[in-house]
């Protein structure tokens, strides 16, 4: 009943926004060669960040538009040093941040919504902004947009290719492979540089076994770890093993490395992002960590959770991967039995490939 009531609370919003912004649905293609400023908004995770990385370096290329993103405090350093964005919009909430945000869209000539869903917050966004040009994935607002594309089936699709059909509205529809794009600083590069020479001065071959999710319900549990990671050394004596996590498990992975192997924790996405472009392979449960994989085209094991839904995986786009995947809320029931022999198989080809 609650959710009937949001359903329909919305669609009332919705209605009220389209009447506000009274605009219609423009067929006509703009001449790109007199559009200067290009304005993109993507707010709320890091993972949803991450995958709309692509499309920047493409319209850079093509028309060299002056390009501004609004992200919000979760994720705008996903977007900081990358080389395509020209400027970077904070979103704060509330009535004094629509107002701030909407003042700087007012000078754009084309808003972009790179959302898979509906966002309420870029509804008012889009519906309030005076802008000739308004474009979107095709969704339930539709209407407050100048022009939409037809989204791709995430049943059958990769999140990146269902973003990147947004490129068809700048009439792109060739381009060269696309890929996950993150700039980390020069000095997260050099801190960890110096880091990896301490910890793994021989250069071996070199496992990252990540261990923070989104969720509690992506934690697979401390003895499953261990266990793991004791297979591993068992297997391959010479193999680097080196427990990940974020800030919040810094004491689970102590917990799991204790004995077996090293742990690394930082405060910064930067230089994790960096981290990982060192491994010669990744284990995670996490799809924003998948995604600096594929950034960095480092072959990577994932544990997913698909439950109650039908959209595809969110697998590395460009990096060499094997998965297990459970229907079931959580790991609770996937055991190491489950996960080792598939895991070490696929270890074996990567180690032997190297």
Known sequence: MLKEIEILFRKMIFHLLIAVSKRKRNANVPDFSKIKNVAFIRLNRIGDALVTTPIFSVLKKKYNFSITVVADKKNAFVFRNNP??????????????????LKELNKMDIVVDLHDDVSTTVSYLVAFCKVPYKFALEKENYKLFSSTITKKDASVSHVIDRVSSIL??????EFQKLNVEFYPSDAAKENINNLVKKLNPDKRFFIGFNISAGSDARFWGVDRFRKLISLVKEKYPDIYTLVLSAPGDIDKAKDISTGLAEHYCSQSFEEFAVIISHLDLLFTPDTSTVHLASSAKIPMFGLYVKFNTTNQIWYPYCSEYEAIITEEPNFEKLDVEQVAPKFLKFLEKIYNGK
């Open 84 to 101: 395509h964005i020209d400027n970077i919009i904070v979103f704060k909430k509330g009535f004094a941040g629509l107002k701030d945000v």
């Open 168 to 173: 068809q509205l700048f009439s792109i529809t």
